[in-house]
């Protein structure tokens, strides 16, 4: 199942920092499709992917949390 897409050259419409470093999103940045979380890079991405996976465990209980 595709959880996120990686988008290359360019912005999104507003200036967000990424949820788990806190650098400003420039171009170039990751979203959760679930979420729709933005994250500056993919390793962002799968930090957070596996801190809620520790949190809230895998398969349906994280499904339904991150929706």
């Known amino acids: 199942m ?3 897409i990686i ?3 360019r ?9 788990v470093c ?3 999103i420039a171009q170039g ?4 499709l679930g979420t729709r979380i933005l994250y500056d ?5 799968s ?5 809620t996976e520790v949190i809230m465990g ?4 994280k499904r339904a949390a991150r929706s």
Do not use: H, I, M
């Open 2 to 4: 595709l959880t996120a």
């Open 7 to 9: 988008v290359n050259d």
């Open 11 to 19: 912005e999104p419409r507003r200036e967000l920092d990424c949820s």
């Open 22 to 24: 806190g650098k400003k």
């Open 29 to 32: 940045y990751t979203r959760d």
């Open 41 to 45: 890079c993919f390793r962002c991405f």
């Open 47 to 51: 930090v957070d992917e596996v801190a």
């Open 58 to 61: 895998s398969g349906d209980q």
